[in-house]
Nanobody, 126 residues
Framework: QVHLVESGGGSVQSGGSLRLSCAASGLTYFRYSMAWFRQLPGKEREGVAGINNIPSTSYADSVKGRFTISQDTDKNTLYLQMNSLKPEDTAMYYC????????????????????WGQGTQVTVPS
């Protein structure tokens, strides 16, 4: 069983930065994929950034150059560094994971993942 706990959300002014963290337990260290998704009420969830054990990464066009996904394998923690935040980045952010090596072209597809965290809210007032 995989357990994911997100933290680091909050409210930040436009142009500011936040770093989200996801503490993971239960993943196989030699074969896994993790990602960050976000969702606004009433809207479809959107894959933001993903990483696998190779590691390969993938980013949504809307965050390229502003967000960086990284991992600390010693701490079993996934990060999302978010810079130059915009009001349209406001959403609930979820950490997701699976014990498979998802190809980079599929890292932002929600159905590739088996476990989801409870989410952390990011608000960028306009």
């Amino acid at each position: 069983q995989v357990h994911l706990v997100e933290s680091g959300g909050g409210s930040v002014q436009s142009g500011g930065s936040l770093r989200l963290s996801c503490a993971a337990s239960g993943l196989t260290y030699f074969r896994y994929s993790m990602a960050w998704f976000r969702q606004l009420p009433g809207k479809e969830r959107e894959g933001v950034a993903g990483i696998n054990n190779i590691p390969s990464t993938s980013y949504a066009d809307s965050v390229k150059g502003r967000f960086t996904i990284s991992q600390d394998t010693d701490k079993n923690t996934l990060y999302l560094q978010m810079n130059s935040l915009k009001p349209e980045d406001t959403a609930m952010y979820y950490c997701v994971a699976t014990n498979t090596t998802v190809p980079d072209v599929w890292l932002l597809l929600g159905h590739m993942y088996d476990w989801w965290g409870q989410g952390t809210q990011v608000t960028v007032p306009s």
